[in-house]
């Protein structure tokens, strides 16, 4: 009889491939359309899934003998939930394990775009030793974080501003004033938080709450010369436009971008000629550290579905009852 097969979509891990291989022959998908995975999918048994492909319900039920998906991260909105549950298929996923990952990039990020580092570096290597008379960076002791999600990721970046003495705001509508006082943080309204904050870092779910949260009327609210960052999803800002509207007119001094709608984006988009505009290909979370409690998570848990047990890390428990 052939091999059992396990679809993934991205490359993994030794320990992933030592715990997934056991249950079965691990196969790498050759891209991530639709179209690929419904062909590639038929007979799988666990489908493990890195980056963010969307999986459809005519993928989940490509193959009659899914038994589980195990996401390599904590964001799961391009995964079908609904259809997986429908055919009875946890979906095993790792929240908390890269938090730390994308919390020290949100701190990067803000550090990289207040000192300019990327302007100084392209002006020493052009040979303009003058520049540095020609405007200056900024500091991150005493100006105002504020922090759009305040789960895990979002506490752990107000726990790093802590010495620099930044003020730190925080909207979460989940979020307690108790959680957020112990953590020094002041919870407020979303269009407080924009028009106050010198820096705002986006560390939310995308969900059909958030998603397009980011618009332009309330950009317009902004605080004249505030940094941007996302390291949540793409989606939750409406365009690249909208930034880059921000970006020319200046109310918006810098942003950072590790995230996209759609990934890869497309680069002809002039905000990707933009100075004022740093990117990353959705990697910043990616540190040895981070993958490597990904992985082992998201292996363990697929492999204790397979030995009839309730994995820690799960999006629908409700397949369990």
Known sequence: MP????????????????????????????????????????????????????ISAEVINRSTDLKVIGRSGVGYSNVDIEAATARGIPVVFTPGAGARGVAEASITFMLALSKK???????????????????????LFGATVGIVGFGRIGQLV??????FEMRTLAFDPFVDQETAKNLQAQLVDLETLVAQADFI????????????????????????????????????????????????????AGVALDVFEPEPPDIDHPIFRSEKCLTAPHAM??????????????ADGVAACFRGQRPDFVVNPEVFD
Request: with cysteine; glycine share 10%; proline share 3%.
């Open 117 to 139: 580092v990327v302007h100084w570096d392209q002006q020493m290597k052009a040979g303009n030793w003058q520049s540095r008379f020609e405007s200056k960076g900024g500091d």
């Open 3 to 54: 091999a059992k097969k396990i679809l993934a979509t991205g490359p993994l891990d030794d320990y992933a491939n030592r715990v997934l291989g056991e249950l079965g022959e691990i196969v790498l998908a050759p891209d991530t359309s639709e179209k690929t995975l419904l062909e590639w999918i038929d007979g799988a048994i666990a489908l493990i899934v890195r980056g963010v492909p969307q």
């Open 158 to 163: 107000a726990s790093m501003v802590r010495p």
């Open 285 to 298: 979370a990616g540190t040895e550290g981070a993958m490597a409690n990904i992985f082992c998570m998201m």
């Open 201 to 252: 870092c986006l560390h939310c779910a995308e969900t059909p709450e958030t998603s397009g949260m980011i618009d332009r009327a309330l950009l317009s609210q902004v605080k004249k010369g505030a940094f941007l960052v996302n390291l949540a999803r793409g989606g939750i800002v409406e365009s690249l436009d909208v930034l880059h509207e921000a970006l020319e007119d200046g109310r918006l």
